[in-house]
């Protein structure tokens, strides 16, 4: 079994001039997800924030610049660790049950996790540090799914500095350290350093093991409540005074420039729900400067975190033979934390643990530049994240790749990197088959095919895209067309003028929704 092992990683990585030779042992994986962070909220991809260990992952590595989440944290998590389509695997939505399975709200018995199958199958040590959001069930948590070390949060979001409750109805902040729910009550610990801490140390503790790790760091950085250290909100204080016109219009021609989109992609019009910048007094100007001063201070934090673990792992020798996987949730948020009458409301300095607060459309819109609409949404502004992926050696430096992928993909990537097949059943459980198609190909520069077709449904939101052509509709509004190639912002809906092209795209959608287990979301939505 070890010689067949060992010859099916050399086929893996020595079939394409980029990946070179073959490493002595499997490579460790290490997966980060950031939270409610826009297309284009890095600096490599558009982004004025200062992010340059991001950076340095795109710089030495592959940007896929086509690649989609499943709009929303619980479904995109489930994707992401599954291989499934949400609805596969039992998160069509969120974590409360909605009447089928589809939508049970927590990881069903027909999924595995990359952590279960690369630490029974391959023998890899695992490690979550960070949101987990896919099921309060215990059956469902970390520990029961294949990780060894878990320091976890169930919620969707937490304040940044303790545990303290977000809403009045009675509801409370868990984490999880392993099989135990902690507290977090020390206020000078912020969350994003303290997730970075348990990485840290889980592989401090692991560093003279000969085994290959795979570790999922998943941030709740940028997800509101908006909060961030002083310090990090100093270095963008002003910085937004230019006004979210101005800076949608200077990403755009960043991303123009370094080939993130392309010249015939148009900037989509700014949301019609925010006001012309120039429009605004000079202390509403201040008001909102200060709020994307405080969300960009996250993604700076987040990044600096992101440079502390690159830099363990150098320090432990276990950069060399380390693939790292970068991407995002879903798109920027437009929600308003102020008008939810569940949120408990704190008006304290803003960014501080006396403040709830979050930067709603007008940013949220800068962030997921060039395109329309947000987190929730299955138009490109909702399900757009970047994926970036380093691996010195194997991947080549500063490559980047168009072809369409998805979360569904990393779970069949792993299985690949670690020399393992997907099985069809896994501790008596029966396994759906993978939605998701491996990297490696596109990983190793060669023509990847990958899923030429790719589905969504979110509370009624719903899309397909079929190569160049995307099929997508809001919850109660008519199908729309986009030839993807031509306008990938989704500004020319071509419906009316290729009906038979919706039609036959419609067709497909609803096969697909069928077999995953699709409910109507106004049956469902009140449940």
Known sequence: MIKYIGYLLIVIFCTGPVFGQAPKQKPNIVIILADDMGFSDIGCFGSEISTPNIDRLAREGLKMTQFYNAGRCCPSRAALLTGLYPHQAGVGDMVKYKGS???QGYLNEHSATIAELLKDEAGYNTIVSGK???GLQQSALAYNR?????FTMLNNGSSYFNSAPLYNDGSKITF???DKEITRSDTSKYLTQAITDFAVKSLEEIKDQQKPFFMYVAYNAPHWPIQALPQDIAKFKGQYLRGWDVLRKQRYEKQL????VKQQWQLSARDKRAPAWDSLSPEEKDKWDTRMAIYAAMVYRMDACIGEIMARLKQFGKDKNTIVLFASDNGGSADEVKSLPT?????GTPGSVNSIDSYEIPWANVSNTPFKLFKRNTHEGGIATPLIAWYPGHIKAGSSNNSLGHLIDLMPTCLDLAGISYPAQFKSRQLAPLAGISLIDAFKGKLYAGNNTLFWEHEGSRAIRKGRWKLVAEIGEPWELYDLEADRSEINNLAAKYPDKVKGLEAEYL?????VGVVDWNIIKGL
């Open 132 to 134: 987990w959001h896919i």
């Open 146 to 150: 294949g990780f060894d070390q878990s």
């Open 343 to 347: 949120v408990i409301q704190k008006n």
């Open 176 to 178: 999880m350290l392993n």
């Open 101 to 103: 399975p589809a939508y």
């Open 511 to 515: 096969a697909w929704a069928k077999k």
């Open 257 to 260: 420039a370094t080939g993130i």
